[in-house]
């Protein structure tokens, strides 16, 4: 009977390395990205207005679909 290239105990210690492995990797991560910006604190001014710029850039992106749609329901009002 052949066995398979990978012995089950060979896997569980390959696997629990990749996952050290990755975690370290993870840990790097977030001590490079995550702490960037400890101690600044965004006022609500700067909140707001990214808020507003976001609002406007998806209205913006959703419009023709909204008016397409409302058209179309129009239409369908009036055949029946």
Known sequence: M????CEF?????SHHSIRGLRMAEEEAFDERYLNVNLGKVLSSLIVFVIGAISKIIATFCTYP?????TRQQIKTDKRQ
């Not at 052949?2 to 290239?5: I, K, P, Q």
């Not at 105990?9 to 210690?13: G, K, N, V, W």
């Open 2 to 5: 052949e066995r398979n290239a």
């Open 9 to 13: 105990d060979t896997c569980y210690e």
């Open 65 to 69: 679909y909204t008016l397409l749609r």
